[in-house]
């Protein structure tokens, strides 16, 4: 049984031969060739967490697959409100062929996988966002050709995000570097990982608290939102902290030339990012935005088809 739990979990190979299937589908969806890989399949979508992006893409990407998708919030289940996630799993394992969950913690995540017997697909916790750094490689192969030897820069909050680029680049051999806030590092575990992973693939990681050494010559720059959800009674503090790492034209500038601009939406012009580089030429937010679509449903693909 395979999940997506976190991206350390997955081998640098089967990263790859999903972002490869994600080209091809894609390919087979501009074209209107049909590609009905989980006919008579359905994915549950547990959202403790809403969502824009996770909501469509999964739910259009399964109809596109030929399958169906159930939408969960809340309110809709007991998961962890009065009934044990060991009863949840089994009880959804003889109901649904895989699960979508987006949550807080990430041992709901886990939990799911120990307890149920089907595929448990990760679609944010707090700790980490896998499907969105496939989607983020995705973009990085379409627009630069290659991952293993370029360079990502992700200047914000050691968040999920900077944790899944963490752990991505690692698996795919590309280097990393994270600009953090003292007091906002990325979280220990994950580095120490990320770290063991890195040494395998050659990648280079650099953690600093330098925005302006993070994206020296980097190939990409991803910016995340510094506010993430649950913690708005932070803003006021943590834009204080956080205002000298926008991105704006003038750090943007110490990127490559041809740097790309990535960012997971949604965003806050003028806080983590300024207008002219969102909205400028360098950026790739919506062909990002719409590569979650052709990821997760290469993800789905590999875990829940009996042809993969």
Same mark, same amino acid.
């Given at each position: 049984?395979?999940?997506?739990?976190?991206?350390?979990?997955? $081998?640098?190979?089967?990263?790859?031969?999903?972002?490869? @299937?994600?080209?091809?589908?894609?390919?087979?969806?501009?074209?209107?060739?049909?590609?009905?890989?989980?006919?008579?399949?359905?994915?549950?979508?547990?959202?403790?967490?809403?969502? &824009?992006? &996770?909501?469509?893409?999964?739910?259009?990407?399964?109809? =596109? @697959?030929?399958?169906?998708?159930?939408?969960?919030?809340? %309110?809709?289940?007991? @998961?962890? !409100?009065?009934?044990?996630?060991?009863? &949840?799993?089994?009880?959804? $394992?003889?109901?649904?062929?895989?699960?979508?969950?987006? &949550?807080?913690? =990430?041992?709901?995540?886990?939990?799911?996988?120990?307890?149920?017997?089907?595929?448990?697909?990760?679609?944010?916790?707090?700790?980490?966002?896998?499907? =969105?750094?496939?989607?983020?490689?995705?973009?990085?192969?379409?627009?630069?050709?290659?991952?293993?030897?370029?360079?990502?820069?992700?200047?914000?909050?050691?968040? %999920?995000?900077?944790? $899944?680029?963490?752990?991505?680049?690692?698996?795919?051999?590309?280097?990393?570097?994270?600009?953090?806030?003292?007091?906002?590092?990325? %979280?220990?575990?994950?580095?120490?990982?990320?770290?063991?992973?890195?040494?395998?693939?050659?990648?280079?990681?650099?953690?600093?608290?330098?925005?302006?050494?993070?994206?020296?010559?980097?190939?990409?720059?991803?910016?995340?939102?510094?506010? $993430?959800?649950? =913690?708005?009674?932070?803003?006021?503090?943590?834009?204080?902290?956080?205002?000298?790492?926008?991105?704006?034209?003038?750090?943007?500038?110490?990127?490559?030339?041809?740097?790309?601009?990535?960012?997971? @939406?949604?965003?806050? !012009?003028?806080?983590?990012?300024?207008?002219?580089?969102?909205?400028?030429?360098?950026?790739?937010?919506?062909?990002?935005?719409?590569? !979650?679509?052709?990821?997760?449903?290469?993800?789905?693909? !590999?875990?829940?088809?009996?042809?993969?």
């Amino acid at each position: 049984m395979k999940h997506l739990l976190t991206l350390h979990d997955w $081998s640098t190979e089967e990263i790859l031969d999903t972002l490869a @299937l994600a080209k091809k589908l894609k390919e087979e969806q501009k074209k209107g060739i049909p590609h009905p890989h989980l006919k008579g399949k359905t994915l549950g979508m547990i959202f403790s967490k809403s969502s &824009t992006r &996770t909501r469509v893409s999964f739910e259009v990407g399964m109809y =596109q @697959l030929g399958g169906s998708a159930l939408f969960l919030n809340s %309110n809709d289940i007991q @998961l962890g !409100r009065g009934e044990s996630i060991y009863d &949840t799993a089994n009880v959804l $394992s003889r109901f649904l062929d895989g699960i979508m969950i987006r &949550t807080y913690k =990430q041992s709901d995540v886990e939990d799911l996988a120990k307890y149920g017997s089907i595929p448990i697909i990760n679609g944010l916790t707090d700790l980490v966002h896998p499907c =969105q750094i496939l989607a983020d490689f995705q973009t990085v192969l379409e627009k630069k050709g290659a991952l293993k030897g370029l360079k990502m820069a992700f200047i914000g909050d050691g968040n %999920n995000i900077a944790h $899944s680029l963490l752990y991505g680049c690692a698996k795919v051999g590309m280097d990393v570097s994270i600009a953090t806030p003292k007091g906002y590092e990325c %979280n220990a575990e994950v580095v120490k990982n990320a770290l063991a992973d890195a040494e395998k693939t050659g990648a280079n990681i650099v953690l600093t608290h330098s925005p302006e050494e993070a994206i020296a010559g980097a190939d990409a720059v991803y910016a995340d939102t510094w506010i $993430s959800m649950g =913690q708005e009674s932070e803003k006021e503090e943590k834009v204080k902290i956080f205002m000298p790492y926008q991105i704006n034209q003038e750090l943007f500038s110490k990127a490559k030339k041809d740097a790309i601009f990535l960012h997971c @939406l949604p965003a806050y !012009r003028g806080y983590e990012v300024t207008e002219d580089v969102i909205d400028g030429p360098n950026s790739v937010i919506f062909d990002e935005a719409e590569n !979650r679509l052709h990821a997760q449903k290469a993800v789905m693909v !590999r875990l829940m088809s009996q042809e993969a």
